[in-house]
């Protein structure tokens, strides 16, 4: 079973709905999800963001305490050195004390470094995280970059019965998966990946079965801050693996309340947003284009990128102006900028949510 992004809060671990969710969990063999979020007591050096994400170690021996099977999270994202590598070095303690797996580290550029195996049930299954973003710790060592990944999965390939990938990337609150995130995914897969992970859009994107293999391109949030319509509904996801290897699998739908999770159990309003959110998945894995991407994307990117902005100038971050001048001058923004005109004039975005509707 897996899930996305969790800050694990206290005051989710506190809710009635944890109970629930715990419930759920532990009908399964293990679980894995993507840990959005350092894990210290120490105060650490704080990083010039718009969202700073910590919690106490307490929540996460919770969790541990709740859950009657292994629990293996991918802590190679971008929030996991918001308080610096003194924090992030603690996090790995303290995953390490919870008997907590984890993934996406490497101490060395080693092929079998960043490789978690792990035996449930005499199956001897290979995680590995990996990120596709730059604050890797020092000389690339630290997170795994997406760019190494391909050799240890050849290598997990050979050591491991079953191989899981957890990738942080592709563009937040977007609900289209890129081209390029597609052709990274069947690579990946002709490889030697049985289940690629997604996660970092915040919101859920399609689910593809390709040459038997499972890819989630995005399994969207768990429990975290929601901001935008599309980002408090997401899914857990139940895959069951038979004897000849065949891969199945079960959405569980989830909304998210004042960052707590629910289950949708009943057919409403909720439910229905959620299944057109998965049609839209769906529609855009078949119609994966870059024009599709881009414009998809363009709004979100804008606004999203405006509020952080102004979350950065609230906590009086130096030199704010001349990094934010810096950054409208950069490729990608200018590149958004053209893409947004092009969207208004031909309605492209608009044109495929009425196709769905």
């Not at 944890?18 to 969990?25: A, H, Q, R, V, Y």
């Not at 590995?128 to 890797?136: F, L, M, R, S």
């Not at 057919?267 to 947003?273: A, L, R, S, V």
Request: with cysteine; net charge positive; hydrophobic share 40%.
């Amino acid at each position: 079973m897996a899930f996305g992004d969790c800050l694990l809060e206290n005051k989710f671990i506190d809710s009635l709905n944890f109970k629930d969710i715990c419930k759920i969990l532990n009908t399964n063999d293990f679980i894995t999800f993507n840990l959005e979020t350092t894990v210290s007591g120490l105060e650490g050096k704080k990083r010039n963001k718009a969202f700073n994400f910590k919690t106490d170690y307490d929540n996460l021996y919770a969790l541990k305490n709740s859950i009657n099977c292994p629990i293996i999270c991918n802590i190679a994202n971008n929030h996991i050195f918001d308080y610096g590598e003194e924090c992030f070095i603690d996090t790995i303690e303290n995953l390490n004390k919870s008997n907590i797996y984890y993934t996406g580290y490497s101490s060395n550029l080693d092929i079998e470094q960043g490789i978690t195996c792990v035996n449930i049930n005499n199956i001897k299954i290979a995680f590995i995280g990996a990120y596709n973003g730059d604050n890797v710790s020092v000389n690339n060592i630290g997170l795994t970059p997406i760019k190494n990944i391909y050799d240890k999965v050849i290598y997990a390939k050979k050591i491991a019965d079953l191989v899981i990938l957890h990738l942080h990337w592709g563009e937040e609150l977007s609900l289209c998966q890129s081209p390029r995130q597609v052709n990274i995914a069947h690579k990946l897969v002709d490889l030697g990946a049985d289940i690629i992970i997604g996660h970092h859009p915040h919101v859920i994107q399609a689910i593809e079965e390709y040459k038997g293999s499972l890819i989630i391109y995005s399994l969207g949030n768990f429990q975290i801050i929601t901001s935008d319509i599309d980002d408090k509904y997401s899914h857990i996801i139940q895959v069951f693996v038979d004897k000849s290897r065949k891969i199945n699998y079960k959405l569980i739908p989830v909304i998210i309340k004042n960052t707590i999770p629910n289950v949708l159990k009943k057919i409403n309003d909720e439910h229905n947003n959620y299944k057109k959110i998965v049609s839209l998945n769906k529609y855009y894995l078949e119609n994966c284009t870059w024009i599709n991407f881009y414009c998809e994307v363009v709004e979100n990117f804008f606004s999203d990128s405006f509020s952080a902005w102004r979350l950065r100038k609230l906590k009086k971050e130096k030199n704010l102006y001349l990094k934010f001048i810096r950054w409208c001058i950069t490729k990608k923004v200018i590149t958004m900028f053209f893409v947004y005109l092009f969207n208004k004039m031909f309605r492209i975005k608009e044109k495929n949510y009425e196709k769905i509707s």
